[in-house]
């Protein structure tokens, strides 16, 4: 089982750009397959990008493709989310999951434990 927790999460003018953390504990995350996944309200959860673990591949959802970006941070056991551009479409409380798909069922949530999941943050996407 590992630890996650999730910040960074706001409220921001569309057009605008935050950094979602993803940070772990109890595990080194680099072993892991890392999604960062959304729910809006009324909706269900989808994914949004995805690492694959030991430097392995990058996946997006069409939604983002070209204005999110998933990345890395081996020293500090972390996976980052930036997102620039953000539209009101992205208000959702988005949740980091670790796991071991090495496809991109990454995106898909029933790849990841019940238990590797945070708590989310609430980004919130208007004027």
């Known amino acids: 089982q590992v630890q996650l927790v999730e910040s960074g999460g706001d409220l921001v003018q569309p057009g605008g750009s935050l950094r979602l953390s993803c940070t772990a504990s109890g595990r080194t995350l680099d072993y892991y397959t890392v999604g960062w996944f959304r729910q809006a309200p009324g909706e269900q959860r989808e994914g949004v990008s995805c690492i694959l673990g030991r430097g392995g591949r990058l996946y997006y959802a069409d939604s983002v493709a070209g204005r999110f970006s998933i990345s890395r941070d081996n020293d500090n056991n972390a996976v980052y989310l930036q997102m620039d551009n953000l539209r009101p479409q992205d208000t959702a409380v988005y949740y980091c999951?670790?796991?071991?798909?090495?496809?991109?069922?990454?995106?898909?949530?029933?790849?990841?434990?019940?238990?590797?999941w945070g708590k989310g943050t609430l980004v919130t996407v208007s004027s």
């Open positions: 999951a670790a796991g071991g798909a090495t496809t991109n069922n990454c995106l898909l949530e029933r790849y990841y434990p019940k238990d590797n």
